[in-house]
């Protein structure tokens, strides 16, 4: 019943937003639009993006390095099958896919990748402000998103700040946590948290090094530069212009707008903030529709394509999903068991690695 919940709140949300585009628009001026537009622009616009792809397989890289080193040609596919679960199925499906596939062929624990993707989506969250801070300047913020991207600036600055510190001060932090467990967790779901307090902090790890978390900004600094130019390309196929640093309020807005439950391929999320950042600067809204949704188009179906294709290679099925939530859900029992065993956590985590696969489970 909650999942059931949960996909109808997404395209409840999907749904409001498609409401809030429809009226300004005006149907034959978005076909003509669509009709006349130079697809070709494209072309260079897919190709850009798949280079974003490669720079995201490259972060995940570095925040997976703590608890392997896994090759970037191996987390490429990866990569592509969470966009593609992302994209076709609810509950944003594709983290907990990557996650999977990484440990049925590298035995790294689904609890501990799946922090990795919760840092990836907070350092997101903060070069998407950073975008709209730095045009700001030049592009003013469109009222109507004033007040949520203040909150979603202080959102995503607490949990870095929050991540950095956990990372940097675990002991401190487990202090904290077995303080706070003890009084509040009934003791018969208290060790299936800890298990996964304790995998969690394992995923924190990249954060604890200066270094490390100077790379994982960059890399995603590229990441969405990289995405703006693709809008760019795409901004050349249909019949209007506005400036560089415009398309990068409208990156950031878009994707801060995807950051809300909705319907899979994030329809409506993206696209009616997209229609209105353009139209307030001038441009059309209709012309303005017929960009974001060619816009969307070109995002979704590339990655969505090949994520399938690797979707298909590694022989995965739907149910698939649906394993990797219980295996979440086997490795927070596993911790029970070393409870009983007393074993500490380093010497459980010496014995996972002792019986981790060396291939396909």
């Not at 005006?26 to 190709?47: C, Q």
């Not at 394993?323 to 979440?328: D, H, I, P, S, Y």
Request: proline fraction near 6%; glycine fraction near 6%; hydrophobic fraction near 55%.
């Amino acid at each position: 019943m909650k999942k059931y919940a949960q996909l109808l709140i997404g395209l409840a949300v999907s749904a409001f937003f498609i409401y809030l585009a429809l009226p300004g628009l005006h149907l034959p001026t978005v076909l003509e639009a669509l009709r006349t537009a130079e697809y070709w622009w494209l072309i260079p616009g897919i190709a850009i993006y798949i280079v974003g792809l490669w720079f995201r397989t490259w972060r995940w890289q570095i925040t997976l390095k703590p608890l392997k080193q896994v090759a970037l040609v191996t987390l490429f596919p990866m990569v592509c099958i969470g966009y593609f679960g992302n994209n076709v199925l609810p509950f944003r499906a594709g983290e907990f896919l990557r996650s999977y596939i990484l440990k049925r062929k590298e035995g790294v624990d689904i609890s501990s990748s799946l922090a990795t993707v919760i840092v990836e989506r907070v350092v997101d969250g903060l070069v998407m402000i950073m975008f709209v801070f730095l045009a700001l300047p030049v592009a003013p913020l469109p009222p109507a998103y004033r007040n949520a991207v203040i909150g979603m600036t202080v959102s995503f600055l607490v949990a870095t700040i929050v991540f950095i510190f956990m990372a940097s001060r675990p002991h401190l932090v487990e202090q904290f946590y077995m303080i706070v467990s003890k009084a509040v967790l009934p003791e018969r779901i208290r060790p299936r948290i800890d298990g996964f307090y304790l995998k969690f902090m394992l995923g924190l790890r990249a954060l604890a090094s200066p270094s490390d978390v100077i790379m994982i900004f960059f890399i995603s600094i590229l990441i969405w530069l990289t995405e703006t130019v693709k809008y760019w390309f795409v901004m050349h196929a249909l019949d209007f212009s506005v400036s560089f640093i415009v398309l990068m309020l409208m990156n950031g807005l878009v994707n801060l707008a995807t950051t809300l439950p909705a319907a899979p391929g994030y329809i409506g999320t993206f696209d009616t903030p997209g229609i209105a950042t353009l139209a307030s600067f001038g441009v059309d809204p209709s012309v303005a529709a017929s960009y974001t949704f060619t816009l969307h188009a070109a995002l979704w179906i590339p990655v969505t394509l090949l994520g399938a294709y690797y979707f298909w290679r590694e022989h995965l099925r739907l149910s698939d999903v649906e394993v990797a939530r219980q295996q979440v859900e086997h490795a927070a029992d596993a911790r029970l068991e070393a409870d009983a065993l007393r074993l500490t956590p380093s010497e459980l985590d010496a014995l996972a690695a002792a019986s981790r696969p060396k291939g396909h489970e």
